[in-house]
Nanobody, 124 residues
Framework: QVQLVESGGGLVQVGGSLRLSCAAS????????MGWFRQAPGKEREFVAA????????YYADSVKGRFTISRDNAKNTVYLQMNNLKPEDTAVYYC?????????????????WGQGTQVTVSS
């Protein structure tokens, strides 16, 4: 069974930065693409960013492109989301997820395991 545990969320002011981490259990972490999603109150879960198994290919939602960076360290079984220039509309619970395959997973149906989420609140 795969377990994903997010950390690094918190309260930050507009324009600030946070780095989220997602630690994965299991020895096959490097075989799979990984991604980040977020869900704001009253809204559907939306895609944020994703990376292939090696980290060489990445994909971002237009709303975060140029501000967020996804990366991974396969030796540590961890994927990161560096978030810069945060805006109030970035406030949400952020989830990491594992893709079905090694390529960049771009839709919610491409994922099979999910973490519990970490809250990010951006105050104005």
């Amino acid at each position: 069974q795969v377990q994903l545990v997010e950390s690094g969320g918190g309260l930050v002011q507009v324009g600030g930065s946070l780095r989220l981490s997602c630690a994965a259990s299991g020895r096959t972490f490097s075989n799979y693409g990984m991604g980040w999603f977020r869900q704001a109150p009253g809204k559907e879960r939306e895609f944020v960013a994703a990376t292939s198994w090696s980290g060489s290919n990445t994909y971002y939602a237009d709303s975060v492109k140029g501000r967020f960076t996804i990366s991974r360290d396969n030796a540590k079984n961890t994927v990161y989301l560096q978030m810069n220039n945060l805006k109030p509309e970035d406030t949400a619970v952020y989830y990491c997820a594992r893709g079905h395959t090694s390529v960049v997973p771009t839709t919610i149906d491409d994922y099979d395991y999910w973490g519990q989420g970490t809250q990010v609140t951006v105050s104005s």
